[in-house]
């Protein structure tokens, strides 16, 4: 028999309204709302549902995605829908914390507060992102390094899929270098800093000292770390690989592999969007890939999967 894995997209996936429907119909929702507004000392339920502008600012975005992705989480655990594994994409990781249930949710909360505003405030000017279409890995790694100034791979998508960091000026270069070698197409990102660079290296350190305040438990399922893309399946690491993460690559594609390999059949992907599915079906169109972002799309799913 196959194994379920629940999946948590990160930060580009929000929209306004995302969750409202959650909100609306379910007690639970709405009290995983109002636990992060007081843990994170901000309107959480407005700014999901009202605060369009707001939304997009990287400090408050990671709590307004991280809040839909729990609420989402607690409503499906109630309705009896279990996962074997968990992993989520860079602030997703976060949503994959919660399904394996490593700290309390007001601990969570707090965390990735100060998560979205170290990295706010840790280069706030000067910084760019830009996805690479159409080269593997080794080839834009390669291309990074050759090239002047500060630039890197942030997160490795998929197959034909890898997006660079850095400095804007290396990141422009480094762009116009890759697309000589082969990719089909370069495009700038909308983002409000260099992030998973090494210019975020002083944002992670002060979440470390956060996290050294942080109780940690034993993972109820094991979930995959960004930076290693490898299973976690005791508390001892679950610090150091949180703070690593911030400015470290979001190996994605290789934590997709892992959970394929692994016999993964059914992936959920929990929260706004359906960007992680449309990895996954870059990867392997044999295993099922089932969206909840929306009432109507958590029964279906039930429907779908008998629960």
Known sequence: MGKTAFIFPGQGAQYCGMGKDFYEVFRTAREVYDLAEQAG??????????EAERLDITEYTQIAMLATEVAILKVMEEKGFRADCAAG????????LAAADVMELSQLFRLIRCRGIYMQE??????????VLGLDAEIVGRICEETEGIVSIANDNCPGQIVITGETQAVEAAAASLKAAGAKRCVPLKVSGPFHSSLL???GEKLAAQLEEVPVKEPRIPYICNVEAAYVRESASVKRLLAKQVSGTVRWRETMELMLADGVDTFIEIGPGKTLAGFLKRMSREVQVINVGTVQELEAARGLLGI
């Open 89 to 96: 994409l860079s602030l997703g990781e976060y949503g994959a």
């Open 41 to 50: 000392g901000t309107d959480v339920a407005r700014l999901c549902f009202e």
């Open 122 to 131: 840790a280069y706030p000017t000067g910084g760019a992102m830009t996805a």
């Open 201 to 203: 290296l002083g944002a």
